[in-house]
């Protein structure tokens, strides 16, 4: 019967976990990459929402000009997200130096922010719809 190398079998699991440690380090910079990818989208539409919304009020005089405040909100809407972001970036920066009662409050913004970026697409999609019932309803 052969013997069980346990030595082998150690240094197999040690290998195991640095590649489940490597994956879940890409997994999360993926995250924020999707995270980034999504909030620069959502950022050039609502770009384009505002020239839509300018257009809107300039050309039909039944809509009022002070419909271009709705995506203007959401505009200042997407930059405190974004601010939210920057903030937790700087934070993660020397994440290392900071107390352990920082870190905790660190998590819970983290989950606020994600919390705002699926509020930040459900008000984009509130304007686009603001948007288009200006131009179907309001002839």
């Known amino acids: 019967m ?15 976990d640095a590649r489940m440690k490597k994956r879940e380090e890409d997994g999360l910079q993926n ?3 999707h995270f980034d990818r999504i909030h620069d989208n959502l950022f050039n539409y609502n770009n384009l929402l505002i020239g839509g919304f300018f257009a809107l009020a300039q050309f039909q005089d039944n809509i009022p000009r002070w419909t271009i405040v709705i995506p203007l909100m959401n505009l200042w809407f997407l930059i405190l ?3 939210r972001m920057m903030e937790k970036s700087r934070f993660e920066a020397s994440i290392t130096q900071q107390p352990i009662h ?3 409050k660190y998590g819970e913004s983290i989950n606020k922010t994600n919390l ?3 509020l930040s697409i ?18």
Request: aromatic residues 16%; glycine residues 0%; contains cysteine.
């Open 81 to 83: 997200i974004e601010y």
């Open 2 to 16: 052969d013997e069980i190398n346990w030595e082998e079998i150690e240094r197999e699991a040690q290998e195991r």
């Open 31 to 33: 995250l924020l990459k």
């Open 102 to 104: 920082l870190i905790d």
């Open 122 to 139: 459900i008000t984009t999609l509130f304007v686009t719809i603001c948007f288009l019932y200006l131009i179907l309803f309001h002839n």
């Open 116 to 118: 705002f970026s699926l």
